[in-house]
């Protein structure tokens, strides 16, 4: 990770659409890289409400419920908000000032491509329903990231269309201004790209079910790896078993430490031999290892409400001030005038 950091003046956006509490394929994909990239870098974490809007318009309060769940699964997992600037997506106006100038640089079909939104509307059945600003929401990640700044954005793959996309907006407005107004970024795909959901479907999404949230008790944790997708046709121990598509293997790539072992026990159960309660037991021991500090912390948080205001009220200010100057700047290029 630190090639990316060799200027020691990279500046780094994450965020998350505020949709629910944060689960381990943000924790794996993500925020571990982010506990790191704040001790190297310039970091903003944008807590995108409004993004979380964009297919909840008709029930925003599945967005506004869950804003405080976030920033105390941020700050359990160990973001400092004296390190990384934590800030709220709908406090900053400059954010949707700059999206509404970018609109009209990108095309309805060029947005109709991107395949992470394509993948989203087809998941969510949203078809002839589809919010324009779903269809959008690449458009406003674009001002996002470009309002910042950013050069780097530690993120899951499914993020990749978006930073391609990003990249295109900013050659065409610097192209226009004649200037190198915004900044080009890169993705950081985490160590693992993306987590399954515990049933193997697909991504780890609350609305499919299938997550285990950073803050779950020790008995759902227990209850979610011990249904875990494995291999169906491995129906007695002493048989061999497929490790391609087996969430616990998986899991425990991604979250075992002892590598050697992980190789190891996959040389077995492909053998035959290893039955799955072994390896489902094993997965629960280090998953309840990890997120019982976590949930302990986060819990101490919740009920300091005024804490965590504080905490994104301060970070906002400081966003709103820089995300202003980036619009600024573009308004002078495209010869808007300011006032
Ligand atoms: N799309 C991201 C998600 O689904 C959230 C997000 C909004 C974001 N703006 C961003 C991520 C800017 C990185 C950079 O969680």
């Given at each position: 990770m630190n090639k990316y950091l060799t200027e020691n003046k990279s500046i780094v956006l994450t965020g998350d659409r505020i949709t629910g509490p944060l689960h381990l394929?943000?924790?794996?994909?993500?925020?571990?890289?982010?506990?790191?990239?704040?001790?190297?870098?310039?970091?903003?974490?944008?807590?995108?409400?409004?993004q979380g809007l964009t297919d909840n318009g008709s029930t925003p309060e599945?967005?506004?419920?869950?804003?405080?769940?976030?920033?105390?699964?941020?700050?359990?997992?160990?973001?400092?908000?004296k390190l990384s600037t934590l800030c709220l997506q709908s406090a900053l106006p400059a954010l949707s000032e700059l999206t509404m100038l970018y609109l009209n640089i990108v095309t309805v079909s060029r947005l109709e491509r991107n395949p992470t939104v394509k993948h989203e509307i087809l998941q969510k059945n949203l078809s002839r329903s589809l919010p324009a600003g779903f269809l959008?929401?690449?458009?406003?990640?674009?001002?996002?990231?470009?309002?910042?700044?950013?050069?780097?954005?530690?993120?899951?793959?499914?993020?990749?269309?978006?930073?391609?996309?990003t990249n295109e907006i900013v050659t065409k407005i610097n192209s226009l201004i004649g200037q190198p107004v915004l900044t080009s970024c890169k993705v950081v795909?985490?160590?693992v790209g993306r987590l399954p959901g515990t049933d193997g479907s697909?991504?780890?999404?609350?609305?499919?079910?299938?997550?285990?949230?950073?803050?779950?008790?020790a008995d759902e944790i227990k209850k979610a790896v011990y249904s875990m997708y494995t291999d169906p046709q491995h129906i007695d121990v002493a048989s061999p078993g497929h490790i391609e598509g087996n969430v616990v293997f998986t899991y425990l790539d991604a979250f075992c430490q002892d590598k050697a072992m992980v190789t190891a026990m996959?040389?077995?159960?492909?053998?035959?031999?290893?039955?799955?309660?072994?390896?489902?037991?094993?997965?629960n021991d280090i998953l309840q290892e990890l997120l019982q500090p976590i949930r302990e912390k986060r819990a101490q948080l919740i009920n300091d409400k005024a804490y965590?205001?504080?905490?994104?009220?301060?970070?906002?200010?400081?966003a709103k001030e820089v995300t202003q100057q980036k619009l600024d700047e573009v308004k002078r290029g495209l010869g808007l005038l300011i006032l």
């Open positions: 394929g943000h924790y794996i994909g993500s925020l571990q890289q982010r506990v790191e990239f704040q001790k190297k870098a310039t970091q903003y974490i944008l807590m995108a409400d409004m599945k967005v506004s419920k869950f804003l405080f769940d976030v920033v105390a699964d941020y700050l359990a997992v160990g973001i400092d908000p959008t929401y690449p458009v406003s990640q674009a001002a996002d990231i470009t309002a910042f700044s950013a050069d780097i954005v530690p993120a899951g793959e499914d993020q990749l269309p978006m930073i391609e996309q795909v985490g160590q697909g991504k780890m999404s609350k609305s499919l079910g299938n997550t285990i949230n950073l803050s779950s008790t996959k040389a077995h159960y492909q053998r035959g031999g290893l039955g799955d309660m072994k390896c489902k037991a094993m997965l965590l205001l504080q905490v994104i009220k301060e970070g906002s200010d400081k």
